[in-house]
């Protein structure tokens, strides 16, 4: 497993690092400081937005051509929030982002100040039965009034889970998108060795899994010349899994389209010479659903010409996601590549 820039050790440990921590949609302050811990040496400015986003600006040496880019991974994640507790002490609950039912039972969720659950759920008839109505939070309270001392209405939770290596593939929660918030600071290593020309704005963002929110607002403020939004993917190559193209250890992907965008012609065009040129590995990505932070960009103030770089990941929103360490290294390798060169696009492309 080799790569063109990236440092792969390094990689793993920033994904090592981000990923176990407790951060749903919202509720990102654990992510927003380690990742602020991180950028601070690597960037010349560091804020944060009135929504909570980071954004981490990384001045380019200028000239000719030089652009304002956006690079946009989500610190934000999957999880519930507690709508309702009886007397007895059990925790109903909503979803926060795209959970399921399925995924839910017999977990161990934990909230942010340390309180454990485990998912139970009531008595069933079958598989088909298992809906969210159904199930409920055990923190073992005996009492409403014991369950309010640890949590109350409106508090999140999330998947209990730390990151385990198979191979060259780790496995764990909230991958989506801790794995690009980690290749995004990677590309940081990469530019504070290596400046690009460009001015780029490093933007770790909030509410992705809610709507894109966090991307929208800070694009809003940064009116870049180009975007391109670093998250993970679906992949078709499990067992009589989804017909798709992406697949792990195919390299990263370079979104056409998803639900919320078609890729700017100009922006996939260019990472795909790119990568050709410098012969990092990649494939390309068609999503028939879902979405990223360039949805949001794309359509901000007139309009910002926007691409994507995906991580393909197996098991998405569950918290056993599984990606492979040569993708992610690609990933950073295609975004360090790109943005030393001339990001002039044709209008319209």
Do not use: W
């Not at 069933?124 to 109505?133: A, E, F, L, R, W």
């Not at 923190?139 to 191979?167: C, N």
């Not at 100009?266 to 659903?289: F, K, T």
């Amino acid at each position: 497993m080799q790569a063109k820039y990236s440092d792969i050790e390094r990689l793993e440990q920033l994904i090592r690092r981000l990923a176990p921590l407790f951060g749903p949609s919202g509720a990102e302050d654990q992510v927003r400081a380690a990742v602020i811990d991180l950028v601070k040496p690597l960037a010349h400015e560091v804020t944060v937005d009135a929504l909570g986003s980071v954004i981490a600006l990384r001045r380019g040496t200028g000239g000719a051509g030089a652009k304002k880019v956006m690079i946009a991974a989500h610190m934000d994640e999957i999880g519930i929030m507690v709508t309702h507790i009886d007397d007895d002490g059990f925790l109903r609950f909503a979803p926060v982002g795209g959970v399921g039912p399925a995924t839910l039972l017999g977990q161990q969720v934990v909230f942010e100040d340390g309180t454990v659950g485990s998912i139970g759920i009531e008595k069933v008839d079958g598989p088909k039965d298992i809906q969210m109505d159904k199930l409920f939070i055990d923190i073992g309270a005996t009492s409403r009034a014991e369950a309010e001392k640890a949590v109350r209405i409106g508090s999140s939770a999330t998947y209990l889970r730390d990151v385990a290596r198979s191979g060259r593939r780790l496995i764990g929660k909230a991958m989506d998108d801790r794995a690009g918030c980690a290749v995004a600071v990677e590309t940081l290593h990469q530019l504070k060795a290596d400046p690009s020309p460009h001015d780029v704005y490093f933007v770790f963002t909030v509410q992705e899994e809610v709507g894109l929110r966090g991307a929208r607002t800070a694009a809003y403020a940064i009116e870049p010349d180009v975007a391109i939004a670093v998250d993970v993917t679906a992949t078709g190559d499990t067992p009589k899994g989804e017909r798709l193209n992406m697949k792990l250890g195919g390299g990263a992907a370079i979104k056409v389209k998803d639900a919320s965008l078609i890729a700017h012609g100009g922006v996939r065009e260019l990472l795909v010479q790119c990568a050709a040129d410098e012969g990092i590995p990649y494939q390309m990505e068609v999503l028939p659903y879902g979405g990223t932070d360039a949805g949001a960009v794309h359509l901000t103030r007139s309009g910002v010409p926007s691409g994507v770089v995906s991580i393909p990941t197996r098991y998405l929103h569950t918290p056993a996601e599984m990606v492979d360490l040569g993708d992610a290294a690609a990933a950073a390798d295609l975004l360090t590549a790109v943005l030393r060169r001339d990001l002039t696009l044709t209008a319209g492309a």
